[in-house]
């Protein structure tokens, strides 16, 4: 028998995988809009569970590398971090009575790049700091925008 364990919080029939297809191909066409449409369109992105797992497999790698030391893994999934919660905060920029979701947004990228900070001068201990900020700051967010 299977032990449940905290990661299991969805049975893995309730995750539609094949669901990512379409979402690509959506977000392969509105790259394309915004080559032609330019600057209008942001590159803002909406914080559904698939991106949102992804999100949570990339700081966990990010807590992992930290702790391990590993400088070039953990770069990148910081820079990652950085990047998606910067497209989630123009996503809620752009909706009205969202102000607080940008913030939350802004917040957890900010964390990123402090770590990013931390990491560029080879400090760990302070990188290590920034994360907890970072894991701390999901579940802000989620206390306001995430419904179970
Ligand atoms: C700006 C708001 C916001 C922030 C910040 C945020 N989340 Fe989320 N998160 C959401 C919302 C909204 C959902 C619900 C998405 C859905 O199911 O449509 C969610 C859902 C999730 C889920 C459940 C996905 C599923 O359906 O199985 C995980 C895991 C998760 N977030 C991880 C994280 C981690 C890790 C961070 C921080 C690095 C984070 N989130 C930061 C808004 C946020």
């Given at each position: 028998m299977r032990q449940a364990t905290p990661?299991?919080?969805?049975?893995?029939?309730?995750?539609?995988?094949?669901?990512?297809t379409p979402t690509l191909i959506a977000a392969a066409a509105l790259a394309c809009l915004a080559l032609i449409a330019?600057?209008?369109?942001?590159a803002a992105v909406e914080p559904d569970g698939d991106l949102m797992r992804s999100i949570d497999d990339t700081t966990k790698g990010l807590d992992s590398s930290v702790s391990q030391h590993d400088l070039a893994a953990a770069t990148q999934q910081a820079q990652e971090l950085a990047a998606v919660f910067s497209q989630i905060s123009e996503h809620y920029a752009a909706?009205?009575?969202?102000a607080d979701a940008v913030d939350f947004s802004r917040k957890t990228r900010q964390f990123a790049e402090q770590a990013l900070q931390s990491l560029k001068s080879g400090d760990f201990d302070a990188a290590s700091g920034h994360v907890l900020n970072l894991t701390r700051s999901c579940k802000a967010c989620h206390q306001v925008y995430k419904k179970d």
């Open positions: 990661d299991d919080h969805r049975p893995s029939a309730a995750r539609p995988r094949r669901a990512a330019g600057p209008v369109l942001s909706q009205p009575d969202h």
